[in-house]
């Protein structure tokens, strides 16, 4: 088998089958088929391709285009084809048809082909969000997104009270239309007595899991006149990230005051600000 034979068989094995059938229909006078990668396309580099079908005979036809190549530039294997004498037509393709040219453009090309015949996977993006507030009494400790910052008071609450781990939470269960922490883990029940925000924060996590979801990403907002929690950030970020299972880059954490406005702005209370974004695998139909 010649150099262009090869090229051709491995290029045939590659494309759809319904494209290399409808090429086999085509008259011989036709004999160069470019299948023009048709929208939708997923990128730019896809939209730019295009795909050779060699219907008869590959290995002359490929042999006379090389050829043709010694002769000057050309701008792509259309033009070298048509400079050997050869008929050239654009038949409308899909953007599946990728121009196979490096070893990496024929790993994206097996993939697609190993996908053939099966569902499509469809996911559904969904937003939550969540607000938190305890008063801050003394005696406590302040845990704020699972981390215990030094203060002379903290969150008052059946739990840890701690806010961001609660407004994310909420955030979470209402991207998932499941009601709120409330209604998951209820303050009068005895099993939630001092909990972890952060075991409630990864259970909340399984429950949506459970129906499909995965957290993409949270960006949470504390409210508190004092302390200054810039230097604890970082800790935060890594323990919510652990809990829902993410990595620290998808967790996003900022402290602000409240001017000394109001209860959170003479230092009697904290609140939380949050919002989630999750993905769900749902039915094609669906
Ligand atoms: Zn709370």
């Not at 045939?12 to 409808?22: C, D, E, G, M, Q």
């Not at 090429?23 to 004999?31: F, G, K, N, Q």
């Not at 609450?157 to 609660?166: L, P, Q």
Request: aromatic content about 4%.
């Amino acid at each position: 088998m010649n150099p262009g034979t090869a090229a051709a068989t491995a290029l045939f094995r590659l494309l759809p089958v319904k494209l290399v059938t409808a090429a086999s229909r085509l008259p011989l006078a036709a004999p160069l088929i470019i299948a023009s990668v048709a929208a939708p396309c997923a990128t730019t580099a896809l939209c730019d391709s295009t795909v050779m079908l060699f219907a008869l005979p590959a290995a002359a036809l490929l042999a006379a285009a090389i050829a043709a190549a010694a002769g000057g530039t050309a701008t792509d294997e259309a033009a070298l084809a048509e400079r050997a004498g050869h008929a050239v037509r654009i038949v409308e393709g899909e953007w599946t048809n990728i121009k196979v040219t490096t070893p990496a453009d024929l790993v994206t090309a097996e993939a697609i082909a190993g996908r053939e015949g099966q569902a499509p996977v469809v996911t559904a993006a969904r937003v939550g969000t969540g607000y938190d507030l305890h008063r801050l009494i003394e005696g406590r400790p302040l845990v704020i997104g699972g981390i215990v910052v030094p203060h002379d008071r903290g969150a008052l609450g059946h739990s840890d009270a701690d806010v961001i781990c609660h407004a994310v939470t909420d955030a979470i269960f209402g991207a998932a239309s499941l009601g709120d922490i409330g209604r998951h883990f209820p303050d009068h029940d005895p099993r939630w007595k001092d909990a972890s925000s952060l075991d409630l924060l990864r259970r909340a996590v399984a429950l949506v899991a459970a129906r499909g979801f995965v957290v993409l990403n949270v960006d949470a907002t504390v409210v508190l006149e004092r302390p200054k929690i810039k230097d604890y950030i970082d800790a935060m970020r890594t323990a919510v990230a652990g809990a829902l299972g993410i990595d620290p880059g998808q967790v996003g954490i900022k402290g602000k005051t409240n001017e000394g406005v109001d209860a959170v702005g003479r230092g009697e209370a904290i609140a939380a600000h949050a919002v989630a974004l999750l993905d769900q695998k749902v039915e094609p139909d669906a």
